[in-house]
């Protein structure tokens, strides 16, 4: 996947479709995920011969004028407006794991390395984790790689009552340096947090996907 940001003029999207393609690039789907002060942001997925480097990619399209490769990186298929609805759907008939089902799905569905759900202190899970009596945030659900967050990792997400991006610089946990992660929550128990690690930060059309997706969960 490549996101690149262009001039919102008639021919920009060509010019970075003809770029890509001298390099034996295969568009498989382009997605416009932002429009902001005549830039367009997109996301190209792709494929690429296995004889070219990604080097090759950027520099056929950062020689077009007012064209930039913000980020690129390589992710699972099928992510998009399409699997916002499709998450959508499974979320609604399933309601009891609506929130697993949301916390599986976020990284095709927002191009994101991982995602988990975190329980608040107050609130008794059904494997009887979260209680008020220890007074931890608990990780309940988490894709396969997502970092292993204790109270003390987990509290460096907050707030918990807004739906909201952070940049965590440094060494937050070994091997998730320089995370980029949105927190979402679902009600006053429980909040979903969908992580990239080294970038680039979730755009604004990013998060109102991810917010209004987790306000369709059911509450707890």
């Known amino acids: 996947m490549v996101r690149v940001s262009l001039p919102d003029v008639p021919g920009s999207l060509g ?17 416009i995920v932002q429009k902001l002060g005549g830039t367009v942001i997109d996301d190209f997925m792709l494929t690429l011969p296995t004889d070219k480097l990604p080097d090759a ?19 699972p298929e099928g992510g998009g ?34 995602s988990t759900l975190l329980q608040l202190p107050g609130h008794t899970g059904a494997d009887g984790t979260g209680s008020e009596d220890d007074g931890q945030i608990h ?21 918990f009552d ?8 440094g060494d937050w946990l070994p091997g998730y ?18 992580g990239r690690i080294g970038g680039p930060a979730f755009l604004d059309s990013e998060i109102a996907r991810l917010n209004h997706l987790a306000h369709l969960i059911p509450t707890a």
């Open 177 to 194: 340096d320089d995370s980029t992660v949105v927190v979402a929550p679902i009600d006053h128990n429980r909040v979903v947090v969908v």
């Open 15 to 31: 010019s970075v479709a003809t770029a890509m393609g001298s390099v034996g690039a295969d568009i498989v789907a382009v997605e």
């Open 139 to 159: 990780a309940v659900y988490s894709t396969d790689h997502a970092p292993r967050l204790d109270h003390a990792a987990a509290s460096r997400l907050a707030p």
């Open 57 to 75: 990619l950027v520099s056929a399209c950062q020689g077009l004028d007012g064209v930039n490769v913000e980020w690129i990186s390589r992710y």
């Open 81 to 114: 407006l399409q699997s916002d609805l499709e998450t959508l759907e499974r979320m609604t008939a399933d309601p009891e794991h609506a929130a697993e089902t949301l916390v599986a799905a976020a990284p095709t569905v927002f191009r994101s390395h991982w």
């Open 162 to 169: 807004s739906t909201h991006r952070l940049v965590i610089e």
